[in-house]
C-alpha cells in the first residue's frame, strides 16, 4: 500500500515536471512561430510611418527606444535610492533593530502589490503634479515599481555578508569611505544581479505604462513628451483588425521575448562570474 | 541613508493615502456596502456596483491557486527529493527563463492558444456556446504565469531542510516518500504559506495578461467558460473615459485602492500567521 | 609507511547468538569493503567484524574515514549520486550491498545518532512514536506506552512528562540527543550506530549519553565513531583503529590501548598525532 502511493506520486511528480518543461517551450515555440515572419530589419529600425496601422510601412523603433529610456532612468533613479537603503539596513542599523524590521515587511508588501496599482498611483502623482502622459510619468511609475523589488534582490546578498568584514576593515584603519567601497565590491554582484530583475520586471510591464507614459509614434525628445513601450505596442496592435497590424504585435513580442532571455541569461552568468570574489 | 530609508517606508502609505484621498469622493457618495455588492456597472447613470468584478477577480484567482499550487509543489519536491543535481540546475535556469517572461507575452499566447483551445475543444463538452474568452482562460494563464515564482520559492525552501533531518527519517527505517510527507514537507510549511500568499497577491492584481483572454463582459459568470472582468482589468480599460464622467476616476480609484488594501491585508495576516506557526511549532 | 593487509584481530568475535536463522557470522561484518567518491578512494579494502552486544568504538584521526565508514552500516550513502560502494556487508548473515536489498528493513535494525542532534519538526512525543507509526503500529495508546517506555530507558520522561506536546526544538541540546536515543531505540533496532554523539554536548550530557550505552549494551550491539580516545577509553570494549581510509587494527580494548601491535596505533594512542 505505501509502495503505490509512493509510484502514484512519483508519476505525478514527474508528470508535472514535465508539464512545466512543455509549457515553458510551448509558449516559446508559438511567439516565434508567430513573430519570426514579421521581424525584418526594417521593424527594428523604423518608427512607425503614416500608415503604418493600416498595414503600410514603418517599425516598432518608437516602442524599441521608449522601452529602453524609460528602463534606464528608471533603473538610475531605483539604484540611487534602493543602494543607500540596503547600505543603512544592514550596515548602520543594527541587526535586530525594529526599524529595520518594520522597513523589511514593509518592501516586502511593496513588492506584493500589483502593477497596475502602482500605474494608478503615479497617474494619481502626476494629475497632482500637472503633468501630462508622458516619459516623465512612466518613469515616476515604473521606479516606484522597481525599487521594491532592487531593495530585496540587493537585500539578499547585503544580509550575508558578515559584520566582521566591517569591522575587520575599520580596525585596520580604513576611512568611512574605504569601507564603502570594500563593502560595495562585495555586494558588487548583487546589484548588478538586481539591475538585471529589475530591468526585466520593468520593461515587460504594460500595467504601469498604461496610464502614464501615453503613445506616440515618434521616438520621444525629451522628458515631456509621451513616449510608446514595447507592451503597449504588443496590445494595442493586437487588437487591430488587420492582420499586417497584428502580425506586427508577434514581431514586438518576439523582440520582447529576447531581450528578456538576453537579460536572463546575462542575470545568471554575471552572477556566477562575480561570486568568484566573494567570501 | 536614513532619509531614503524613511522614504521608502514612506512609499507604501503615501500609495495607500492617495489612492484612499481619490476613492472618498464615491465612498462618500455611495455607502461602501452598495459599492461592494451590487453589481449594477452603469457609469453613465451613476451606478457603480463593484460586485461582479470582485467576484471575477476571485474566481479567476482561485482557479490559478487551484492549477498552480498543486503543480508546483509537485514539481519542487520531485526537483529537489528525487532528481539529480544536474537536473536541478537545468530546471532552476528554466523556471528562472518563465518568471522574466512579461505578462503582455502570456497574454498573446493566451490569446493564440488557451482561448480558441477552450471555445473549440474543451467547452463542446460542457456548454453550449463560448467565446473562449472566459474565467477558465484567465484562470489558465495565471496559474502558468504564478507557477515559477512559486517553484522557485519553493526549491529554496526545501533546499534549507537540513540533510540531518532527512537523514535521521531514513535511519529510522522509513521510505524517501514518508520522509518527504511527513518531515521536509512538515518543516516546511511556513515557506510553502509565504509562497501561496506571494503567488496570490501576484494573481489578483495581474492586469495585462488576463486582460487579454478573460472577455472584458460585467455580467456576473454563471460558469466558468463564460467571460468575466476581473478588478486590474477594468482599471486598465477605462482609465481612458474616467475623465467624462464625474464620479468615474473615483470608482476607479477605489478599485485600485481595493486591491491595494486587499493584497496589504493579506500580506500582513499571513506575516502575523506565520510569526505564531513560528513561535509555537518552533518549526 | 607500512600497512598492513588485514587488520589484526586478536579475538574472534563470538558467534551471533540468534542463531535461529542459523547465521553464524558477527553482527555486522564488513568484507573488502572500498569506497570511492567521485574518483578518490576513500574507504580501502575494509574488513571487519563488529562483536555482538557490545561497544566497538571506531578511532582515528579526523579525515581518516570513520564517519564514512559507520554510514555504509545503514546505506546512508544511498543518495548521494558521487559515491560508488564495491564489497560486501553482512548484517544478520545478510548482504545489505547485494542487488536488490531492499533499504528500510535493514536501517530499522539500527538506530543512528548523529553528532548534531536532529529533532524531527513535532512535539516531543510525536518524535518517538514517528519511527513506530511509520512501520504501521496504530492506536493512540500503544504508541503512548512506547513513546513513554523508551523516554524512560533514557532518562528522560521526568523531564518531560508534563510537556510531551510541545515542539522537540525547544528542548535543550543535551536532552535533545537523548530524545534522538529513545527515539532510535523505539523501532526495536538491533544495532546502534553513534557518530561522535556527544561531541556537540556539554560535559554532562556527554556523561549521560555515556552511561546509557554502558546501561543498554547488553542488549544492543553498539558501534560508535568517537573522535576522543578518552571517550574510547572509558566506554570501549573493542576498538578499531582508522587511518587514510584503511582498517590498521582492531581488537579489544584493553589489547589496543596497552598493547597496540603496530607502529601508527601505538603513535595516535600516545598522542603522536590526530
Not at chain 2, 526549491?155 to 533531518?165: C, D, L, R, T, W
Not at chain 3, 556527554?206 to 560508535?224: N, R
Not at chain 3, 581510509?245 to 589496543?256: H, K, M, N, R, S
Request: charged share 15%; proline share 5%; hydrophobic share 50%.
Amino acid at each position: 500500500m505505501k509502495k503505490l502511493e509512493e509510484k502514484i506520486f512519483k508519476f505525478l511528480m514527474i508528470g508535472s515536471t514535465v508539464l512545466i518543461l512543455s509549457v515553458l517551450l510551448y509558449i516559446l515555440y508559438v511567439i516565434m512561430k508567430k513573430g519570426l515572419p514579421s521581424l525584418s530589419w526594417d521593424m527594428i529600425s523604423k518608427i512607425p510611418s503614416g500608415g503604418f496601422y493600416l498595414g503600410k510601412e514603418g517599425g516598432i523603433l518608437n516602442a524599441i527606444m521608449g522601452s529602453l529610456y524609460l528602463i534606464f532612468f528608471s533603473v538610475v533613479i531605483s539604484l540611487m535610492v534602493s543602494v543607500p537603503v540596503v547600505m543603512y539596513l544592514n550596515f548602520t542599523l543594527r541587526r535586530k533593530s525594529r526599524l529595520a524590521a518594520f522597513a523589511r515587511l514593509t518592501f516586502d508588501v511593496l513588492f506584493g502589490i500589483p502593477s497596475i496599482v502602482y500605474g494608478a498611483f503615479g497617474f494619481t502623482l502626476m494629475i497632482y503634479f500637472g503633468l501630462q502622459a508622458s516619459l516623465l510619468g512612466g518613469i515616476i511609475a515604473i521606479s516606484l515599481l522597481i525599487i521594491p523589488v532592487m531593495i530585496r534582490s540587493i537585500d539578499e546578498v547585503a544580509i550575508l555578508i558578515p559584520n566582521d568584514l566591517v569591522e575587520a576593515t575599520k580596525s585596520l584603519g580604513a576611512t568611512n569611505y574605504e569601507t564603502i567601497k570594500v563593502i560595495a565590491r562585495q555586494l558588487l554582484p548583487g546589484i548588478s544581479t538586481a539591475v538585471l530583475l529589475s530591468i526585466g520586471r520593468g520593461i515587460g510591464d504594460a500595467a504601469t505604462v498604461l496610464f502614464t507614459a501615453g503613445y506616440t509614434d515618434s521616438i520621444p525628445t525629451s522628458l515631456t513628451q509621451p513616449t510608446a513601450s514595447l507592451p503597449l505596442a504588443i496590445f494595442f496592435q493586437l487588437s487591430s483588425p488587420v492582420e499586417e497590424v497584428q502580425n506586427r504585435a508577434y514581431a514586438a513580442a518576439l523582440v520582447l521575448t529576447i531581450i528578456i532571455l538576453t537579460l536572463s541569461f546575462a542575470a545568471r552568468y554575471f552572477s556566477r562570474r562575480l561570486s568568484k570574489n566573494k567570501i | 541613508m536614513l532619509l531614503a530609508t524613511i522614504l521608502s517606508i514612506f512609499i507604501l502609505f503615501l500609495i495607500g493615502g492617495g489612492l484612499l484621498a481619490k476613492s472618498l469622493p464615491i465612498m462618500q457618495e455611495k455607502s461602501l456596502w452598495t459599492l461592494l455588492t451590487t453589481s449594477n456597472w452603469r457609469p453613465f447613470k451613476g451606478d457603480f456596483g463593484f460586485a461582479s468584478y470582485i467576484l471575477s477577480t476571485l474566481y479567476v484567482t482561485a482557479i490559478a491557486i487551484a492549477i498552480a499550487l498543486p503543480l508546483s509543489l509537485l514539481t519542487s519536491i520531485y526537483i529537489i527529493e528525487y532528481a539529480s543535481p544536474r537536473i536541478l540546475r537545468a530546471f532552476t535556469a528554466v523556471v528562472d527563463l518563465l518568471s522574466g517572461i512579461p505578462p503582455v507575452i502570456y497574454g498573446v499566447w493566451g490569446t493564440l492558444t488557451i482561448v480558441p483551445f477552450i471555445s473549440e475543444k474543451l467547452a463542446p463538452h460542457f456548454v453550449e456556446f463560448s467565446t473562449g474568452y472566459s474565467v477558465l482562460a484567465g484562470g489558465i494563464v495565471l496559474a502558468i504565469m504564478i507557477t515559477p515564482l512559486i517553484i522557485s520559492i519553493l526549491i529554496e525552501v526545501f533546499s534549507a531542510v537540513p540533510k540531518e533531518m532527512r537523514e535521521a527519517s531514513l535511519s529510522l527505517g522509513a521510505t524517501k516518500w514518508q520522509t518527504v510527507k511527513k518531515v521536509v514537507i512538515r518543516k516546511s510549511i511556513p515557506g510553502i504559506v509565504a509562497a501561496t500568499v506571494l503567488a496570490i497577491s501576484r494573481a489578483f492584481g495581474e492586469t495585462i495578461a488576463v486582460l487579454m483572454v478573460c472577455g472584458n463582459f460585467t455580467d456576473l459568470p454563471k460558469s466558468i467558460f463564460d467571460a468575466c472582468y476581473p478588478i486590474p482589468a477594468l482599471i486598465a480599460n477605462n482609465y481612458g473615459e474616467m475623465m467624462s464622467v464625474p464620479r468615474y476616476e473615483s470608482a476607479l480609484m477605489f478599485a485600485a485602492f481595493l486591491l491595494f488594501f486587499i493584497i496589504v491585508l493579506f500580506n500582513v495576516i499571513s506575516r502575523l500567521v506565520l510569526i505564531q506557526i513560528d513561535k509555537r511549532y518552533q518549526l | 609507511m607500512e600497512l598492513m593487509t588485514a587488520p589484526l584481530i586478536a579475538e574472534q568475535p563470538t558467534p551471533n547468538a540468534k542463531s535461529s536463522s542459523g547465521c553464524l557470522r558477527p553482527h555486522i561484518e564488513v568484507e573488502n569493503l572500498n569506497l570511492y567518491i567521485q574518483n578518490n578512494h576513500i574507504l580501502k579494502n575494509i574488513n571487519l567484524a563488529i562483536p555482538d552486544k557490545s561497544i566497538t568504538c571506531i578511532i582515528g584521526p579526523s579525515g581518516c574515514g570513520k564517519t564514512t565508514l559507520l554510514r555504509t552500516f545503514n546505506r546512508l550513502h544511498d543518495d548521494s549520486v558521487d559515491v560508488k560502494i564495491t564489497g560486501k556487508l553482512f548484517v544478520d548473515c545478510e548482504d545489505i550491498y547485494a542487488k536488490d536489498t531492499e533499504v528500510t528493513h535493514i536501517r530499522k535494525k539500527m538506530g543512528l545518532l548523529a553528532q548534531r542532534p536532529c529533532s524531527l519538526p513535532m512535539s516531543i512525543i510525536d518524535n518517538v512514536a514517528y519511527g513506530p507509526r511509520i512501520h504501521g503500529v496504530r492506536g493512540r495508546r500503544k504508541l503512548y506506552a512506547i513513546a513513554r517506555h523508551q523516554l524512560n530507558a533514557v532518562g528522560l520522561w521526568d523531564e518531560v512528562k508534563d510537556r510531551l506536546k510541545s515542539p522537540a526544538s525547544k528542548l535543550s541540546i543535551g536532552q535533545q540527543q537523548r530524545l534522538c536515543l529513545a527515539r532510535g531505540l523505539a523501532v526495536e533496532p538491533e544495532i546502534i550506530l553513534g557518530d561522535e554523539a556527544t561531541s556537540a554536548l556539554d560535559p554532562i550530557s556527554s556523561k549521560t549519553i555515556e552511561e546509557l550505552f554502558l546501561s543498554i549494551k547488553d542488549k544492543y550491539t553498539i558501534v560508535l565513531v568517537t573522535h576522543t580516545l578518552r571517550q574510547a577509553k572509558r566506554i570501549a570494549d573493542y576498538v578499531a583503529f582508522m587511518y587514510m581510509g584503511e582498517l590498521i587494527e582492531f581488537g579489544t580494548a584493553d589489547q589496543l590501548f596497552n598493547h597496540p601491535k603496530h607502529k601508527l596505533t601505538k603513535e595516535y594512542i600516545s598522542g603522536g598525532f590526530s
